[in-house]
């Protein structure tokens, strides 16, 4: 990025700041006339000085130019105008007056307005200029920048300027114009009172500017306390099971409230200096007026000035004074401003972080990596300048410890900081393009790396390089945005075109692209995880049209199967009529699935709606009653366990830090206190809705209450569907509810706590009836869309690195490094894992940085590391590979420290 400021606006904003400046300067007649007009409203109309010979009438809107002497003088008479009354003068030159505010406040909307659009176009332009820099940090430069840093730098930091950036060149512009304009209508009106008024406005701008220095130091060092702390709260986030483990909660809390009173300290020097500025500022504007008071009224006591005069002054003073403080303030903010900017440029600067990776795109076709893979004089430095490679040299035919690790990184683009050559045939590994490289060679590192999103973002990431295809869109949003695109330097493509390279995959459409994925899945053990993330997803009946269609059919069938194979006692099916022992008492109430969040948990007792519904229904009472049982029960079974005990678990009612609130409400009901207050029965009214009475057995539930549940069923959904609420999806028996998980669909009902090993007998007879109607690959597909959660956290390690490992594979790379991929999972399935990999990559080059060398038979070539050296040992050759591969037959490649 440009090293001025001022540059990099005016280098992308040229046009724009020239065409607002050149409305400005259109705007000052307007402006300079409604300066005048107050004093021709007094003095020609009010005062009556154009009826002073006695005339009854005077002209208006006469418009003529008085050529000046040395073009032989005379007037030149444009418009003669109209004969108007001292009423009708003073109406006409009012209403002139009334025109001119309109065209001044439309022109100021105009260039606030463009000044806005500008700004934001630009702050848009210098995002995406930063977020494009973050995409080409290499490896090596991640390790010296905080992500939470850079992301507040970008997010946050540059706000400021680009709200500054739209009044770079256009605030001077148009607010200095109006200033002169106003000052040198004073001085036409009163050279002295002129004078004064410029001799203020000369101490303003040279006092103020120069107290604001202080402002500027001080706002830096809050922005950089406030980029530390934004980045130590991120490093205790990220660790914060170090934190649990060690119990160092108080080092960490005082540790941060330092940090807030430094903040806290700064700040409050920057309001003690700013508003003392602020104040005199304020004294200086005020002390004009006191001149034009005394000096003009002087002036006018004496005759030299007349009244409209002075009051023409005053009201041009008034217009003074904001545009006055406004560049004041300006001046403070470019200041600010610049600060904030060089701070940004020097965090992404070259020199700090080193080379940038090129991401231009191959000029030449992309070929595929094979030939001779050669090491020549390869040094590679540790972080304290001891070298962990020295002289290295190698030469193998294409297809750990430290070193191997550090070379496995280096083969795969993953580290530039080395010294020597790497070549693949002809070509210098380094010189290659980020494109070709991206393309032809996978990294599966030991800490795999997902983003938010389905686990299917996540395996076909690789294969999102660029559109080849546009989607259909609105013809005139399409010209919109892709001409906002080209004016702030972002790109043109939408996310919402065709960006999943099907081909390279051998895939036609998306259908045939998740037969491959779950294949891929299923080689790499996850083939069961991904069907019990399917039965556990949500079914989009348009989406998944072929499932949703069929889906009652299976659950029928379900049915059928447990009544024939004496399993009908495994599940309590939902039953429009019925109460289901296996729910809560307010699930049976609803008899859906909530879809808002105040229609779940807790939230659903203090539901408006929910609550008229068993008012009506004469059942609130019933249930708070329940509730005081329930608390008294729980309070007595929890007294004296500490939190986290199991019994906390199974009654889940009420939680460890709930129970003092539940103890100090019995203890009102208890002294006879009177009614209950509303938020106790909300608290109370609580607990029973979340009673099962076939896995809590209190014995709160008898036939007579449960016929009432089922009878206030129907009041509930008519109090609902009348207010309109669409917070609850209903059951339907025979229909689907996409609210409810695949599995509540399949079964519709609950699972029987009173029967032993009941779930996994009711997951085989699942498993079996999908199998049975062909459903296995649909309910996988939905499995695809279960979301991975930040940086992968709601997966295993195991299932991150299988997912990781599968996003290597799908992009069908030439060259495959395995760098410590496997250290989430045991040595059985390791070897596993190792030998799909030497199966599948038989035509292509495989990298593997192993612990020993007991593992490395089926390799082609064993690199081992010793005392800083490369040792290529060639291995038995397996017997389905030949024992002198051809020149460009790929490599399979085994790293190890000897």
């Given at each position: 990025m440009e090293k001025s400021l001022f540059r990099y606006i005016w280098t992308h904003s040229r046009r724009d700041q020239m065409i607002i400046c050149a409305v400005v300067l259109a705007s000052l007649p307007f402006y300079f006339m409604s300066l005048d007009l107050p004093r021709q409203i007094v003095n020609q109309a009010i005062q009556g000085e154009a009826f002073r010979e006695g005339n009854p009438t005077a002209p208006f809107l006469n418009l003529s130019f008085d050529w000046p002497g040395w073009l032989g003088g005379g007037t030149w008479e444009i418009f003669e105008g109209f004969q108007v009354g001292r009423v009708g003068l003073l109406m006409g030159l009012s209403f002139i007056f009334l025109f001119f505010v309109i065209v001044n406040g439309a022109f100021k909307y105009w260039i606030n307005v463009s000044k806005g659009v500008l700004g934001e176009r630009m702050l848009r332009r210098m995002r995406f200029d930063l977020f494009a820099m973050v995409l080409r940090f290499t490896p090596d430069a991640l390790r010296t920048v905080k992500s939470s840093e850079t992301a507040t730098i970008i997010k946050d930091e540059v706000e400021p300027i680009g709200g500054f950036i739209g009044d770079a060149f256009i605030t001077p512009v148009f607010l200095g114009t109006q200033a002169i304009t106003a000052l040198v209508f004073i001085m036409v009106q009163n050279m002295w009172l002129g004078l004064i008024a410029l001799s203020v406005i000369a101490v303003q701008f040279t006092i103020i500017p120069r107290l604001r220095r202080e402002l500027l130091r001080l706002g830096k060092q809050r922005q950089l306390a406030s980029r530390q702390l934004a980045g130590r709260i991120a490093e205790v986030l990220d660790g914060i099971e170090v934190v649990h483990v060690h119990n160092a909660y108080g080092w960490e809390r005082a540790e941060i409230g330092h940090r807030l009173f430094n903040l806290?300290?700064?700040?409050?020097?920057?309001?003690?200096?700013?508003?003392?500025?602020?104040?005199?500022?304020?004294?200086?504007?005020?002390?004009?007026?006191?001149?034009?008071?005394?000096?003009?009224?002087?002036?006018?006591?004496?005759?030299?000035?007349?009244?409209?005069?002075?009051?023409?002054?005053?009201?041009?003073?008034?217009?003074?004074?904001?545009?006055?403080?406004?560049?004041?303030?300006?001046?403070?903010?470019?200041?600010?401003?610049?600060?904030?900017?060089?701070?940004?440029?020097?965090?992404?600067?070259?020199?700090?972080?080193?080379?940038?990776?090129?991401?231009?795109?191959?000029?030449?076709?992309?070929?595929?990596?094979?030939?001779?893979?050669?090491?020549?004089?390869?040094?590679?430095?540790?972080?304290?300048?001891?070298?962990?490679?020295?002289?290295?040299?190698?030469?193998?035919?294409?297809?750990?410890?430290?070193?191997?690790?550090?070379?496995?990184?280096?083969?795969?683009?993953?580290?530039?900081?080395?010294?020597?050559?790497?070549?693949?045939?002809?070509?210098?590994?380094?010189?290659?393009?980020?494109?070709?490289?991206?393309?032809?060679?996978?990294?599966?590192?030991?800490?795999?790396?997902?983003?938010?999103?389905?686990?299917?973002?996540?395996?076909?990431?690789?294969?999102?390089?660029?559109?080849?295809?546009?989607?259909?869109?609105?013809?005139?949003?399409?010209?919109?945005?892709?001409?906002?695109?080209?004016?702030?330097?972002?790109?043109?493509?939408?996310?919402?075109?065709?960006?999943?390279?099907?081909?390279?995959?051998?895939?036609?459409?998306?259908?045939?692209?998740?037969?491959?994925?779950?294949?891929?899945?299923?080689?790499?053990?996850?083939?069961?995880?991904?069907?019990?993330?399917?039965?556990?997803?949500?079914?989009?009946?348009?989406?998944?049209?072929?499932?949703?269609?069929?889906?009652?059919?299976?659950?029928?069938?379900?049915?059928?199967?447990?009544?024939?194979?004496?399993?009908?006692?495994?599940?309590?099916?939902?039953?429009?009529?019925?109460?289901?022992?296996?729910?809560?008492?307010?699930?049976?109430?609803?008899?859906?699935?909530?879809?808002?969040?105040?229609?779940?948990?807790?939230?659903?007792?203090?539901?408006?709606?929910?609550?008229?519904?068993?008012?009506?229904?004469?059942?609130?009472?019933?249930?708070?009653?329940?509730?005081?049982?329930?608390?008294?029960t729980m309070t007595e079974i929890f007294e004296g366990l500490p939190p986290g005990h199991s019994l906390f678990e199974q009654f889940s009612f009420i939680g460890a830090d709930e129970l003092t609130e539940f103890q100090a409400i019995l203890r009102r009901r208890g002294r006879g206190e009177g009614t209950l207050r509303r938020e106790d029965r909300t608290r109370l009214l609580s607990l029973p809705l979340a009673y099962i009475e076939a896995r809590h057995r209190l014995g709160l539930l008898d036939e007579a209450m449960m016929g009432r549940i089922v009878e206030a069923r129907g009041l509930v959904r008519e109090v609902l569907e009348k207010a309109g609420s669409d917070g609850v999806e209903f059951y339907d028996p025979q229909g689907i509810c996409t609210a409810a998980p695949l599995r509540d669909n399949l079964l519709f009902g609950r699972v029987s706590y009173q029967v032993a090993n009941a779930r996994a007998r009711v997951g085989e007879a699942v498993a079996a009836v999908v199998r049975e109607l062909d459903l296995q690959e649909e309910v996988d597909r939905v499995g695809l869309e279960y979301q991975v959660g930040t940086a992968g956290r709601l997966l295993s390690p195991q299932e991150r690195a299988s997912i990781n490992l599968v996003r290597c594979l799908v992009k069908r790379p030439d060259i495959l490094v395995i760098d410590g991929a496997f250290a989430s999972f045991d040595e059985a399935r390791s070897q596993q894992l190792m030998q799909l990999l030497l199966d599948m990559f038989d035509q292509q080059s495989l990298f593997m940085v192993l612990p020993n060398d007991r593992q490395a038979g089926d390799f082609d070539v064993q690199m081992r590391f010793r005392d800083g050296q490369i040792i290529t040992d060639k291995t038995a050759a397996p017997a389905s590979r030949p024992s002198k591969p051809e020149p460009d037959a790929p490599q399979r490649i085994a790293g190890e420290v000897a």
């Open positions: 806290f300290s700064i700040r409050l020097k920057i309001y003690n200096r700013k508003f003392f500025v602020k104040t005199l500022n304020n004294f200086l504007a005020q002390l004009t007026p006191f001149f034009f008071y005394a000096i003009g009224g002087y002036f006018a006591l004496r005759g030299t000035l007349d009244i409209g005069q002075l009051v023409a002054v005053i009201a041009a003073y008034r217009e003074l004074p904001p545009p006055l403080k406004e560049l004041i303030d300006w001046d403070q903010q470019r200041l600010d401003v610049q600060v904030k900017y060089d701070q940004v440029t020097q965090h992404f600067a070259e020199d700090r972080l080193g080379p940038l990776i090129e991401m231009r795109e191959a000029a030449e076709a992309d070929q595929p990596l094979v030939g001779a893979l050669v090491g020549e004089e390869i040094r590679v430095a540790g972080p304290h300048g001891d070298l962990i490679l020295e002289g290295g040299a190698f030469a193998v035919e294409l297809p750990g410890g430290a070193a191997a690790s550090l070379l496995a990184r280096i083969l795969a683009r993953r580290s530039l900081e080395f010294s020597g050559r790497i070549r693949i045939g002809e070509r210098d590994l380094t010189q290659l393009p980020a494109s070709v490289t991206g393309r032809r060679i996978a990294y599966a590192g030991v800490d795999p790396i997902l983003f938010p999103g389905s686990i299917r973002d996540n395996l076909v990431y690789g294969l999102r390089s660029k559109p080849l295809g546009r989607m259909k869109e609105d013809r005139q949003e399409m010209d919109r945005r892709i001409a906002e695109a080209l004016r702030t330097g972002n790109p043109i493509e939408s996310i919402s075109d065709q960006w999943v390279d099907y081909e390279r995959l051998g895939a036609k459409d998306e259908n045939e692209l998740d037969r491959i994925l779950l294949d891929l899945l299923d080689k790499v053990g996850m083939g069961d995880t991904i069907y019990l993330f399917g039965l556990a997803g949500r079914i989009d009946p348009e989406r998944h049209a072929s499932l949703a269609e069929r889906l009652v059919e299976a659950r029928h069938r379900l049915r059928d199967t447990f009544q024939s194979n004496g399993m009908a006692d495994l599940v309590e099916p939902f039953d429009p009529t019925r109460y289901n022992s296996q729910a809560t008492i307010a699930e049976n109430l609803l008899f859906g699935v909530p879809i808002s969040d105040e229609f779940r948990g807790r939230n659903l007792a203090d539901n408006a709606q929910f609550r008229s519904a068993i008012d009506r229904a004469e059942m609130t009472d019933d249930l708070v009653h329940m509730g005081l049982q329930i608390a008294e």
